[in-house]
């Protein structure tokens, strides 16, 4: 069991880790620290969903999916996170965290080697794979992942579309979260409302951390 206050500890851990790969220096630590203490708790809660989904018995690939890789300090943070956090973890030989990005950043091929040592550094079982986001997500099974990050094009139509396409994915009482809820993106909140507006019988909870969003399926 890993308690909150080793948290800060763990975090600047990993992010000295990471900028010392070649990262990028964070330019927004209190937010990314958030972000830490954010997946640390859903890693937690997550407990509860594999418990009611029988972890056991589930041959899913991937617990979590990430759409929109950056430069994989979300995906290893979310990755350690739920390692920590998540007693149930059972799939120790599968790839637990998806993460997938078009690759039309300079930053790619250096996220693909900084995500290849943090698996080793870390015992994390992330595997990247460049793609379109949109054809990834449709390719996954229903019901088939307990948590989705959208952090990819932050455009009013692509998070209604990474929305519609991927809450299906999620198991029921799944965690479906995204970043940029923020009146600088604008069309990340003003999508988000819109979206709960018309599908408010998918949601059985939702709140913000900072410009962190998530949702609850129901
Ligand atoms: C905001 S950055 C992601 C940051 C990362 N999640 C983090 O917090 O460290 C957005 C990324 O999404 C990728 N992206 C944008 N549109 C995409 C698409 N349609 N499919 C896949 N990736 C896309 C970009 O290449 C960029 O690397």
Not at 45 to 69: F, N
Request: glycine share 10%.
């Amino acid at each position: 069991m890993i308690y909150l206050d080793e948290m800060p500890e763990r975090f600047d851990k990993i992010l000295h880790w990471y900028c010392g790969q070649g990262g990028t220096t964070p330019t927004a630590p209190a937010e990314l620290f958030q972000l830490y203490h954010w997946f640390f708790a859903i890693g937690m809660s997550m407990q509860h969903v594999y418990y009611h989904s029988k972890a056991k018995d589930r041959s899913r690939d991937y617990s979590v999916v990430e759409l929109g890789t950056g430069l994989g300090v979300s995906s290893i943070l979310m990755a350690k996170g739920f390692k920590d956090g998540n007693e149930y973890c059972p799939q120790k030989n599968k790839c637990l965290l998806l993460t997938v990005d078009n690759g039309n950043e300079s930053s790619t091929q250096k996220a693909a080697q900084i995500i290849k040592l943090a698996n080793r550094q870390f015992g994390l079982s992330i595997k990247f794979q460049i793609g379109n986001d949109m054809e990834r997500l449709k390719s996954l099974p229903d019901w088939s992942v307990d948590a989705l990050f959208t952090d990819a094009n932050h455009g009013y139509a692509d998070v209604i579309n990474a929305l519609d396409l991927g809450v299906p994915k999620v198991v029921m009482r799944g965690r479906i979260m995204g970043h940029d809820y923020d009146p600088v993106e604008l069309s990340v909140p003003l999508a988000i409302e819109d979206w709960k507006a018309k599908n408010g019988q998918l949601v059985g909870g939702w709140g913000l951390i900072n410009s962190l969003w998530w949702m609850i399926k129901r």
